[in-house]
């Protein structure tokens, strides 16, 4: 089926350094999400994004994190600068639209390791 | 506090035997629940959604839920070491964007 490309799949960074985690969406998906999962916990709502703009973002979403989608490229979450606790798998998910039916869909992960 | 909860941490069921798994929400806006499958290296992919009282069966896998405790199961008969993987259970609320709450997932292992 269609899939949920996430590059790359494994980072390591210093902390204070900036990342940016990229995500192809399926193609004719229009909401995309992020998600946060730290080893051994559950993972967890970051942001979701449509039409160019953030719609909903929960605490975890820090002041040093972005996302954004230009010109249909890739839907990028950028970290700036990192910390140690940024160390986690991110997954990117896309879905057609906004019901309970619709298709979503998640990526492989990045896994990222700051030190 | 954790919205989804799940149970058992870790499963073993013999090949051809029944798999068992357990969630339970705290947030009575949770209209909506899936269960995900996940094997290691890879995404989670949803295995069936579940939106309404009762039972849903597709295939081997039979989806169980009861709104009014916030309770959701989910039973694979005849399981096969390719079910080995980590189940989750996931839950939105009807706020308009499908974000999903899940739990922290429940490792099962099928022996051959």
């Known amino acids: 089926g269609p899939k949920v490309l996430q590059i790359p799949s494994h980072q390591i960074i210093d902390m204070g350094q900036m990342v940016t985690l990229n995500c192809d969406p399926v193609s004719n998906h229009l909401y995309f999400y992020w998600y946060k999962q730290i080893l051994g916990q559950q993972m967890e709502f970051l942001v979701n994004f449509y039409n160019g703009k953030v719609m909903e973002k929960s605490k975890l979403f820090k002041d040093q994190f972005s996302v954004e989608r230009p010109d249909g490229s890739y839907f990028t979450l950028k970290i700036q600068p990192t910390a140690l606790e940024d160390s986690a798998v991110y997954f990117c998910?896309?879905?057609?639209?906004?019901?309970?039916?619709?298709?979503?869909?998640f990526g492989s992960g990045t896994r990222l390791l700051v030190i | 506090q954790q919205k989804v909860q799940q149970s058992p941490e870790s499963l073993s069921v013999p090949e051809g035997g029944m798999a068992s798994f357990n969630c339970t929400s705290s947030?009575?806006?949770?209209?909506y629940f899936w269960w995900y499958r996940q094997h290691s290296g890879e995404g989670p992919k949803a295995l069936m959604?579940?939106?309404?009282?009762g039972d849903k069966k597709e295939g081997r896998f039979t989806a169980h839920l009861n709104k009014a405790s916030l309770h959701v199961s989910l039973h694979i008969r005849d399981s096969q070491p390719s079910d080995s993987a980590l189940y989750f259970c996931?839950?939105?609320?009807?706020?308009?964007?499908?974000?999903?709450?899940f739990g922290k997932g429940t490792s099962l292992t099928v022996i051959p």
């Open positions: 998910a896309s879905s057609l639209d906004r019901t309970a039916n619709s298709d979503y869909t």
């Open positions: 959604s579940i939106f309404s009282d």
């Open positions: 947030d009575r806006n949770f209209q």
């Open positions: 996931a839950a939105s609320a009807d706020t308009g964007y499908q974000n999903f709450y």
